[in-house]
């Protein structure tokens, strides 16, 4: 097919690997807009869907192969929810099989991922089409209903008639795109967390990158909750071999946002482009292990750079997102560090820059070892060198728990040259 300057998209999936039919392609150089609905809590109680995300079908990108690195730059991120819902959970037992987010069963008839029917509104809205049990992997221990501003820049908790309010109009407030596939978590009317506390909108992506080398579903795309993969006793499960094969979309950095570049790793010819998991807002480590999933607009633009080799997302963030070490120094900074160089006649590192580099695994350790070892074959350093400069010249922040972060430190210049990337750094941070 002939390459697209522009490709929209407004279909989602929930299993993504090497076979998944893909959209577009859009040019290396191109632009693509994609809708996204409410889809964390979403397909949680979705027993329909093989995943605890859905994410846009995947968009091919012309000239991207195995081993090419795929820079995203998120232009714009317009939320066009007018509400949104979460909270803990704890899974219901005898309602799923090894995994909740995946194999969910009804605990009446005993059909795995069967088709669901909604009734009313309140935890037990959602049942199964064949024979009208209640059915949900989750209970929410304790939930709660937000409201946006017309311009969505702040949220604001909401009481229990309000909440059951808006779940009476759940699809309205919702506002989820043609096409959408789960029910919403706002039918639940959730309010346990106390009303009227405010939070700021930062629109975040979630779920955002390229497809990974072997079909899993798509909330499982890192090395966390990849690991529940393995050997599992449903018809996903995957070997620690493959799991390796991960792409790390799933990422939950809430730095991922607008004005943020990232540059995705390519696992798959033609990369696949996937988008999903838009939140409101979250705070480092998604303590509560979700946030306020909801319906949006993403436009970003692509580009590939051939053979980077990335085994996992760069991120180059907003300066002012950097943990404060990564952050270039000012003008009076430098003027200090030149008198301190000419007292012990040394040569200042001027020609620095700050990347991020994401580190997935089981656990928070596996996954700062994932980043530092990314991050040392990416700069072709000694790995305890890269410990030495994350320690002073930047930070490592947790994107979610349980094992995903973000490795932030200056490196030289001429690196980021070797790698291809020295212009996209110089191009974000004015250089």
């Given at each position: 097919m002939v390459a697209s300057d522009t490709v929209y998209v407004s279909e989602f999936v929930d299993l993504i690997g090497p076979k998944t039919d893909m959209l577009g392609p859009v040019r290396d150089g191109g632009v693509l807009t994609t809708g996204t609905e409410p889809a964390c809590y979403g397909p949680m109680i979705t027993p329909e869907i093989r995943s605890g995300h859905t994410i846009s079908r995947p968009v091919a990108v012309e000239g991207a192969a195995v081993g090419d690195g795929l820079v995203l730059k998120i232009k714009k991120i317009s939320i066009t929810s007018k509400a949104a819902a979460s909270g803990t959970e704890t899974a219901r037992e005898g309602s799923y099989v090894g995994d909740p987010f995946v194999a969910k069963k009804c605990p009446g008839c005993g059909k795995v991922n069967p088709n669901t029917v909604v009734k009313g509104t309140g935890k037990d809205a959602i049942r199964c089409?064949?024979?009208?049990?209640p059915v949900s992997a989750f209970d929410v221990t304790n939930g709660y209903t937000m409201v946006f501003d017309d311009g969505r820049t702040v949220g604001v908790t909401v009481d229990?008639?309000?909440?059951?309010?808006?779940a009476r109009n759940a699809k309205?407030?919702?506002?989820?795109?043609?096409?959408?596939?789960?029910?919403?978590?706002?039918?639940?009317?959730?309010?346990?967390?106390?009303?009227?506390?405010?939070?700021?909108?930062?629109?975040m992506l979630g779920n955002f990158g390229t497809l990974p080398g072997v079909e899993m579903p798509s909330s499982h795309n890192a090395g966390d909750f990849g690991t529940f993969l393995i050997g599992a006793p449903h018809d996903h499960a995957i070997t620690a071999?493959?799991?390796?094969?991960?792409?790390?979309?799933?990422?939950?950095?809430?730095?991922?946002?607008?004005?943020?570049?990232?540059?995705?790793?390519?696992?798959?010819?033609?990369?696949?482009?996937v988008v999903g998991d838009v939140h409101a807002m979250q705070g480092d480590g998604e303590i509560s292990g979700h946030t306020t999933d909801v319906s949006a607009e993403v436009t970003m633009g692509v580009e590939v750079i051939k053979k980077l080799g990335n085994d996992g997302p760069i991120l180059i963030p907003k300066m002012e997102d950097l943990p404060p070490l990564a952050r270039l120094p000012s003008s009076n900074e430098l003027e200090i560090a030149r008198?301190?160089?000419?007292?012990?006649?040394?040569?200042?590192?001027t020609a620095v820059a700050p990347i991020s580099v994401v580190g997935t695994g089981g656990d928070l350790n596996a996954a700062t070892m994932n980043g530092l070892e990314r991050m040392a074959q990416l700069c072709s350093m000694d790995i305890n060198e890269v410990k030495n400069r994350v320690t002073i010249t930047g930070g490592i922040e947790i994107g979610r728990l349980p094992g995903v972060v973000h490795i932030s430190s200056l490196v030289p210049m001429a690196r980021l040259e070797q790698m291809g990337i020295a212009n996209l750094v110089k191009e974000q941070y004015g250089l």
């Open positions: 089409a064949d024979c009208d049990t229990k008639a309000t909440a059951e309010d808006i309205e407030y919702a506002a989820a795109p043609a096409g959408f596939t789960c029910h919403s978590i706002l039918l639940l009317a959730l309010a346990d967390t106390p009303a009227g506390i405010i939070s700021k909108v930062r629109p071999e493959e799991l390796a094969l991960r792409s790390d979309s799933h990422m939950d950095v809430d730095t991922v946002g607008e004005g943020t570049i990232v540059i995705a790793p390519v696992k798959v010819d033609r990369a696949g482009i008198s301190v160089a000419k007292k012990y006649n040394l040569e200042l590192q």
